[in-house]
């Protein structure tokens, strides 16, 4: 253990986001006419095969999967970063609701025709994939739940379904995709990343 010397000097602050690094995912969702609108999110994680999601209430995301419970989860590599961006100022309602006006945002239904991604059939599911993501993950949603302590985020519990990925980020002949060859989009306090270096693993990885 260091003496709190050798520590660097600490300060408390109060940040307006604490987006501390996550990656980005493209919430493919159901709109009403049967056409799939995109949205880029930060807030998701992980619990086996659940995929959890945060998104605002005043999103077109949250109106479509309240209505249609199916999505597809589709991870951008680093280089879609200018892609994801291009859809960043834009919704998919058509009444953009006030805080999000106030925020720069516009409705716009068109959201591949504005990142210039291309649209693929899923499997099994209504909304489409993104090719150019090199994974895709169909899912259902299982539950959405409003905190009570706040209005403005619901909490989307999906549960993966089929996982696709681009052949290139996969180790030959396994189902394992090569973290040497993968990478996500990191979303830092609003800054585009990438991963740095490989540093290690741990004691279960099975690669
Ligand atoms: C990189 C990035 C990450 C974002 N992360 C989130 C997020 O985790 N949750 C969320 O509700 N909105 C997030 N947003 C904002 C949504 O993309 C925005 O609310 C947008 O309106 C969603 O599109 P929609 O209204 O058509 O669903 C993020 C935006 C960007 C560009």
Redesign the pocket.
Known sequence: MKPLTDLPQMRTIQPKIL?YG?P??L?N?LNEDGST????????WALGDNII????T???????LQRHFECVINIPNPELWKN??A??S????NQVPLE?LAQG?TF?KE?YQVSKFTSIHSISFKPSRIAECPIQIEAEVKHIRIPDYSPF??IVETKSMHVHAHENILIENSEHINPAKWSP?I?NF?H?YSLGEKKGKTFRSET
Not at 90 to 93: A, I, M, N
């Open positions: 987006y996550t980005v995912i919430l969702t609108n995109i949205s880029p999110i930060s807030s998701s999601i945060g998104i605002g005043n999103s077109k995301a949250y109106e479509n994801v961006e859809l960043a834009f919704t998919g309602k999000k945002f716009k959201k985020f619901a989009l979303y609003r585009y």
